[in-house]
């Protein structure tokens, strides 16, 4: 069966430091990648997602970015994190679009 | 591109009763509508979702129904207990492209014992 990790659950940093979150699916093979913000209370922002190796569509300008060095490897970035990125950060995938989307069990963020 | 409204933003019942939550589409070429049930400070966790060739699914207590021609469809939970306390998402797909899921802002339900 496929399993999604996400990780680290929890995360507190400084304004102006780098961030990097790390995702990784494991039981298929090129599956859609996604990361989406949850801001506390609010909805799912889609910040970025990838149907392939090297392949990164942005949804948002912003101060984050992407990356997919493998198949199954989708990583969060930021040079310099802004208090405004603090929230929930959840990473999914499905096999392909119109296939259920199952999320990973998120990255609380607190920039402080 | 897709827009996906859903209403309400919040919703009280009463233990037992039912609850419906409502969302409309935009973009006629969407085919398919998954919902999401998202407990506090969980991840969202797909419950039920409906394709656009069926125009009703139910599982157990909860049911979608779906009308093309008004683009709207519906989440449906009868006999609600404490533990449906939470935040639902709809969300829709067009069949085309590599477009993603867009999703509703969600609902944040309350089951009041």
């Known amino acids: 069966s496929q399993t999604i990790h996400q990780w680290p659950a929890t995360l507190v940093q400084p304004v102006g430091s780098p961030l990097s979150l790390e995702c990784t699916v494991e039981?298929?093979?090129?599956?859609?990648l996604y990361w989406y913000r949850q801001a506390a209370g609010r909805g799912l922002q889609l910040l970025f997602y990838s149907v392939g190796i090297g392949q990164i569509s942005s949804e948002v300008p912003q101060n984050l970015s992407a990356s997919r060095p493998q198949d199954r490897q989708f990583i969060l970035s930021s040079k310099k994190l802004l208090l405004s990125d603090s929230g929930f950060y959840l990473c999914?995938?499905?096999?392909?679009?119109?296939?259920?989307?199952?999320f990973g069990n998120g990255t609380r963020l607190t920039v402080t | 591109g897709e827009n996906v409204e859903q209403h309400p933003s919040t919703l009280s019942v009463q233990e037992g009763d039912s609850a419906v939550i409502k969302c409309t589409y935009s973009?006629?070429?969407?085919?398919?509508f998954p919902w999401y049930k998202q407990e506090l400070g969980k991840r969202p966790q797909l419950i039920i979702d409906i394709r656009s060739n069926v125009g009703e699914k139910k599982d157990q207590r909860i049911a979608v129904t779906l009308n093309k021609t008004a683009k709207h469809f519906s989440l449906h939970i009868t006999e609600t207990q404490p533990e449906d306390s939470a935040v639902y998402f709809c969300?829709?797909?067009?069949?085309?492209?590599?477009?993603?899921?867009?999703f509703g802002k969600g609902t944040r339900l309350s089951v009041i014992a």
């Open positions: 999914a995938w499905n096999k392909n679009q119109g296939s259920p989307l199952h």
């Open positions: 969300a829709a797909i067009p069949n085309s492209g590599n477009t993603p899921l867009v």
């Open positions: 039981g298929t093979s090129n599956p859609n």
């Open positions: 973009d006629s070429a969407s085919n398919y």
